[in-house]
């Protein structure tokens, strides 16, 4: 499995600000995932990343307020913007298993933002 | 959209206990994951399925891949205290991009 990290690990920001989360994987992956826990809830898919092209955005989630690059096959960001204490949440970054098979993901460790 | 629907919701057992839980949708899935959170963690995937009656086992984990193709199951046996955490399932639909839907979470606690 691949071993996957990001930055930062959590962060405590105001209301109004802008964070940009970093993931950094040690393969080369084709596909990288973005997820958002809300406290106490199961993991909702915010966008697929895929290098070479534009992010794909789930329902309830725009461009605008979680811009996504994808600059290399390693590596990704997600920008929470313009931030509410509704978006005090854990973000997750996940990749495709490096072996090809699409269907197991592999997961950060999670950013855990606080927005007061 | 397509929903999985996880239980029991929580379960608070006793060690070497066996502890069952389920995930269960109306819609047709191609690959079910389960995965284990622990606080302060992002998800370890622990047992990937890809075929309708698949039954496979990681240590003393099992975990079968329903033949409808709606559902799957993950039994723990003998559990232990590092049992502790929540447990997701995760399936992906067949005309998905890659997308993986998740249950809401079993957590599992363990009296030593």
């Known amino acids: 499995s691949a071993v996957i990290s990001q930055k930062p690990s959590r962060d405590i920001c105001q209301r109004g600000t802008s964070l940009t989360i970093q993931c950094q994987v040690d393969?080369?992956?084709?596909?990288m995932f973005w997820y958002r826990q809300q406290p106490g809830q199961s993991l909702t898919l915010i966008a697929t990343?895929?290098?070479?092209?534009?992010?794909?955005?789930e329902s309830g989630f725009v461009i605008d307020k979680f811009p996504i690059s994808r600059p290399n096959l390693t590596f990704s960001t997600l920008t929470v913007s313009n931030m509410s204490p509704e978006d005090s949440s854990i973000y997750l970054c996940?990749?495709?298993?490096?072996?090809?098979?699409?269907?197991?993901?592999?997961f950060g460790p999670g950013t855990r933002l606080t927005v007061l | 959209g397509q929903q999985l629907n996880q239980s029991p919701q929580s379960m608070f057992i006793q060690e070497g206990e066996d502890v069952s839980m389920n995930c269960t949708s109306s819609?047709?899935?191609?690959?079910w994951l389960w995965y284990k959170q622990d606080p302060g963690e992002g998800p370890v995937l622990l047992i990937a399925?890809?075929?309708?009656?698949e039954l496979t086992s990681n240590g003393r984990l099992t975990a079968q891949f329903g033949i409808t193709r709606k559902d799957s199951f993950l039994n723990i046996s003998a559990s232990i205290p590092s049992d502790v955490g929540i447990y997701f399932c995760?399936?992906?639909?067949?005309?998905?991009?890659?997308?993986?839907?998740f249950g809401s979470g079993t957590r599992l606690l363990v009296r030593p």
């Open positions: 996940s990749v495709e298993d490096p072996t090809g098979r699409v269907d197991e993901q592999f």
């Open positions: 393969s080369q992956v084709t596909m």
């Open positions: 990343a895929n290098q070479g092209s534009e992010a794909t955005y």
């Open positions: 819609s047709i899935f191609n690959t």
């Open positions: 399925l890809y075929k309708a009656g």
């Open positions: 995760a399936g992906r639909i067949p005309d998905s991009s890659y997308k993986l839907i």
